[in-house]
Nanobody
């Protein structure tokens, strides 16, 4: 059974940094894409960052470009999201997700980790 467990959330002041981790276990085959999403209170879930696990190509939402970096350590089966220059509008629950077959279907989800940025 595949399990994704996020960690690294917390409360920071605007301009601060956090690094989120997503530890994966139970894979037979690594998902084609891994994603970070976030959901702020009262808003819809939005994608933040994507990485193709084979090759490491990345894509970031415009709202976080230049501030966030997605990366992976395949030996540790761990996904990361480095978040710098955080803003209050980055406050949300952050989730990692896996797409097994590059299908656009999110087969695996973590439980989420809260990030709170205060001004």
């Amino acid at each position: 059974q595949v399990q994704l467990v996020e960690s690294g959330g917390g409360s920071v002041l605007a301009g601060g940094s956090l690094r989120l981790s997503c530890a994966a276990s139970g894979y037979t085959y690594r998902p084609c894409y891994m994603w970070w999403f976030r959901q702020a209170s009262g808003k819809e879930r939005e994608w933040v960052a994507q990485i193709r696990t084979n090759g490491g190509a990345t894509n970031l939402a415009d709202s976080v470009k230049g501030r966030f970096t997605i990366s992976q350590d395949n030996a540790k089966n761990t996904l990361y999201l480095q978040m710098n220059n955080l803003k209050p509008e980055d406050t949300a629950v952050y989730y990692c997700a896996g797409d097994r077959f590059c299908s656009g279907h999110y087969d695996y989800w973590g439980q989420g980790t809260q990030v709170t940025v205060s001004s």
